[in-house]
């Protein structure tokens, strides 16, 4: 049971089973893996919002491939996160087209955190004074390369895992993956220091890190999509002042969640004093989406936690 370590010098930006692995491990083994923030190093301290909107996305910056040898299609790829770390800032911004409420923003933002001022309290990111977020750190890609040939965006997530988004893959997790290529070829990038359920500004605290999981494998046990066990449900530090709830109605969920997040930002504005902006950018770190109920038809359910922590 080797440990290795994978440097975030060599990234690729698609999913493509033919590109080479960059690592061969036994199942037992263990990869310290060095990720890139989703900007690829473009954004920086410092980022205006009009040099924001010029950045160049060409897909997510993933360290990888791994190769697991052993591991053949009809396997379960079975991955323990046992550490986590970030850097020491990050950054949440949006763009016209893209996000939740694409249509209601048609200019470019950008917010740049950092968490290195010994004012703030260990484990803490300040949005603005009297505002802060936990960082709760998880990586926002973890997958295996598709059994389609070509190149293939990491935007969506696929049934072999990728841009997932899910928070609680935190440290103590335990990720399933079904391997759909000989040798699995997982890959993993995309940190996000924090992130509300359905990072709804199309961003999170993006910041770069480093991971370390542990890899085994079960022989022909064939799942069809990702499973997780996890000991994170919601943060405690986050709700232990209980939350601010708004809901919205309508028979679609997308819909629903628009109109959930318009509410929760009109709170903020008016509540809060934040600009809409802003309240947009703290939806997207610290508000979890929820479905409430989708069986009383013709309309569902969706509601919108805000945690009352976070405001000092």
């Known amino acids: 049971m080797a440990k290795h370590e994978l ?17 061969e491990i036994e199942a037992g083994d263990t990869v310290l893996f060095q990720t890139q923030d989703a900007g690829d190093g473009q954004i920086q301290p410092g980022c205006t919002a009009e040099e924001y909107s010029r950045r160049v996305f060409k897909g997510h910056p993933l360290t990888g491939p791994v190769f697991i040898k052993g591991a053949q299609p009809g396997d379960t790829l079975v991955i323990e996160i046992q550490h986590l770390e970030t850097v020491k800032w990050g950054w949440t911004g949006f763009r016209p087209t893209a ?10 933002y950008v917010h740049i955190w950092q968490w290195d001022n010994p004012a703030i309290p260990e484990g803490w990111a300040e949005f603005k004074p009297g505002i802060r977020v936990p ?8 997958g295996l390369a ?4 070509g190149q293939h965006s990491t935007v969506p997530p696929r049934a072999a895992g990728g841009n997932m988004d899910i928070k609680q893959l935190t440290v103590g997790s ?6 759909t290529v000989e040798g699995g070829l997982f890959s993993v990038g995309d940190c996000h220091a924090a992130q509300g ?3 709804v500004c199309v961003s999170a605290i993006e910041t770069a890190g480093e991971v370390e999981l542990h890899f085994t494998l079960q022989k022909q046990t ?9 000991g994170k449900q919601s943060s405690p530090r986050a709700g232990e002042k209980g939350y601010f709830v708004t809901t919205a109605h309508a028979p679609d969920l997308f819909f629903a969640s628009q109109q959930a997040i318009r509410y929760m930002i009109e709170y903020l504005v008016d509540t809060h004093h934040l600009t809409a902006q802003e309240a947009y950018i703290l939806s997207s770190v610290a508000v979890d989406l929820k479905i409430s109920q989708i069986v009383d038809g013709p309309n569902w359910t969706v509601s919108a936690f805000l945690p009352n922590a976070i405001f000092q």
Do not use: K
């Open 146 to 149: 598709w059994n389609e040939p």
């Open 222 to 230: 064939a799942i069809r999509e990702p499973r997780f066990w996890t």
């Open 197 to 199: 359920d359905g990072e």
């Open 7 to 23: 440097a975030a010098d060599s990234l690729h930006y698609c999913w493509d089973n033919s590109i080479a692995p960059r690592l």
């Open 99 to 108: 996000g939740l409420l694409r249509d209601d923003f048609p200019e470019p």
């Open 174 to 179: 335990i990720l399933q993956l079904p391997v």
């Open 135 to 142: 960082r709760e750190p998880f990586c926002g890609v973890m």
